[in-house]
């Protein structure tokens, strides 16, 4: 009898690579009492650019401005970024895509060495259709999952774990993580390792599982 094929509810049914835009979303904090927000949309549809089947999303909250904080009044100031390779060695963060066809996701995962007092309180990943936040509490153990659906999930192959080759196709997705007493650190998801080595890949990959 020939093999039945599964297909999962989120699986990305795209013909060609989702595309969004380079910018990154926009986090304005209150300088006075610490309420964070983030920008959603000025109010205007999702514009396009580009040709036929290779269009980029320019999503709305491009054009989001800094708000007047609701709880004091003040105005909100942009967050900056911390980068990915300027987090300090004594706390481990990295990310790793899993699943590949129908349960794709990216496991963000962390790792605080002896001594160290960092800790990550939020997480947020811009996608090609919009953005997920969760909220890490002190005793929540690594790593913090982000599940995709429709052109989310879309992927080039179905390696599990990614090997993150030259197809990158998650190139435009942005992991942000808020690692308190460091700040909001910045990881893109356009890493591209040499042939061969995704496999192996663990997350943390280099250092620790």
């Known amino acids: 009898m020939p093999i039945e094929r599964e297909f999962s509810a989120t699986r990305s049914h795209a013909g060609f690579k989702p ?20 920008g959603l949309t000025d109010g205007n549809p999702i514009s396009w650019s580009g040709n036929g089947s290779t269009k980029i999303a320019e999503l709305p909250f491009v054009r989001t401005e800094a708000p007047t904080c609701t709880a004091c009044g003040k105005q909100m100031e942009p967050i900056p970024f911390v980068e990915h390779e300027d987090v300090p060695s004594d706390f481990e963060l990295d990310f790793q895509f899993r699943g590949g066809f129908n349960a794709n996701c990216v496991k963000i995962k962390w790792f605080a060495k002896m001594g160290c007092k960092l800790h990550i309180d939020w997480a947020c990943v811009k996608t090609f259709t919009g953005y997920q936040v969760k909220y890490v509490h002190e005793k929540k153990y690594s790593p913090i999952t982000f599940a995709f659906a429709d052109e989310d999930a879309y992927c080039y192959c179905d390696s599990d774990p990614c090997e993150e080759c030259m197809f990158r196709c998650k190139n435009g997705m942005i992991g942000y993580v808020h690692v308190v007493g460091l700040g909001l650190v910045r990881m893109s998801f356009d890493r591209m390792l040499a042939s061969g080595s995704g496999p192996s890949n663990e997350g943390l990959r280099r250092t620790r599982k």
């Open 19 to 38: 595309r969004v835009c380079d910018d990154d979303l926009h986090f304005y904090q209150c300088p006075s009492c610490g309420h964070v927000h983030i």
